[in-house]
């Protein structure tokens, strides 16, 4: 019913910046939220940023002064262009919306397919 399209990710230099996008696409009604998860090896997967259709954001402390997260409402596309990056932030990036398909709640989870950033020192 609905997909997410993640594009950007890669190699980058500690220090340096990556940009990431995911647009959503399908039978859409209205986003509530849209966010990017990470899950490094080993680890739990951990949001990273989050922001609403009303503009309220959440950040990951650890990545509150480095990364930004934007959202494009009338194109369902939200970006998180990550600086100054640290070794720390290698890890496989998911980009996931709130969707309601309907005009009547409740909103599913939908989950795109992961990018991986590896950030060398």
């Known amino acids: 019913q609905v997909q997410l399209l993640e594009s950007g990710g890669g190699l980058g230099q500690a220090g340096g910046s990556l940009k990431l996008s995911c647009t959503a696409s399908?039978?859409?009604?209205?986003?509530?939220?849209m966010s990017w998860y990470r899950q490094a090896p080993g680890k739990q997967r951990e949001l990273v940023a989050r922001?609403?259709?009303?503009?309220?954001?959440d950040y990951l402390e650890s990545v509150r002064d480095r990364f930004t997260i934007s959202r494009d409402n009338a194109q369902n596309t939200v970006y998180l262009q990550m600086n100054n990056l640290e070794s720390e932030d290698t890890a496989v990036y998911y980009c996931?919306?709130?969707?309601?398909?309907?005009?009547?709640?409740?909103?599913?989870?939908?989950w795109g397919q992961g990018t991986q950033v590896t950030v060398s020192s």
């Open positions: 922001i609403f259709t009303g503009g309220l954001i």
């Open positions: 399908g039978r859409i009604f209205h986003i509530n939220a």
């Open positions: 996931n919306a709130q969707v309601m398909t309907t005009p009547y709640p409740p909103a599913n989870n939908y």
